[in-house]
């Protein structure tokens, strides 16, 4: 989506990520991009930055346990709906750092500012937003 200009219907994002590995960690943010939901952040960071692990783990149709307040089992959901109602993997805290020898990158993002309106040129062009 190729945009100057910002309409009600999109919201800034902040990616964020976390880099841990077993002498150190850094948390830091990406970038921030322009988009009209999660969902568009969600594919953007899985194409961009995951190498489409987070599709890999779509497709193979695990479902999460869905828990109340009182750590009652109330349903199920699937990966994606998990990693979208979290905000990305960096929130999960059944995450598995069993494979993290060599360093991991957990990615996620946080929702800056709803419904934005205004001219997004010197932003886009500074390289500080990139419009999904």
Do not use: P
């Not at 988009?35 to 599709?55: L, M, S, T």
């Not at 193979?60 to 750590?71: G, I, L, P, R, T």
């Amino acid at each position: 989506m190729n945009i100057r200009g910002c309409g009600d219907d999109m919201n800034l994002y902040k990616i964020i990520f976390s880099h841990i590995c077993q002498k150190d960690s850094v948390i830091g943010i990406k970038k921030y991009v322009v988009a009209q939901d999660e969902i568009d952040v969600y594919d953007y960071i899985d194409k961009n930055y995951n190498y489409g692990c987070w599709k890999d783990k779509e497709e193979c149709k695990e479902m999460f346990d869905v828990y109340n307040d009182n750590s009652e089992v109330i349903g199920k959901q699937t990966f994606k709906e998990k990693i979208l109602g979290l905000g990305g993997e960096i929130e999960d805290e059944d995450y598995d750092y069993s494979d993290a020898y060599y360093g991991i990158t957990l990615w996620g993002w946080e929702i800056v500012k709803e419904n934005i309106m205004f001219d997004m040129n010197e932003f886009v062009d500074l390289g500080i937003v990139e419009i999904i």
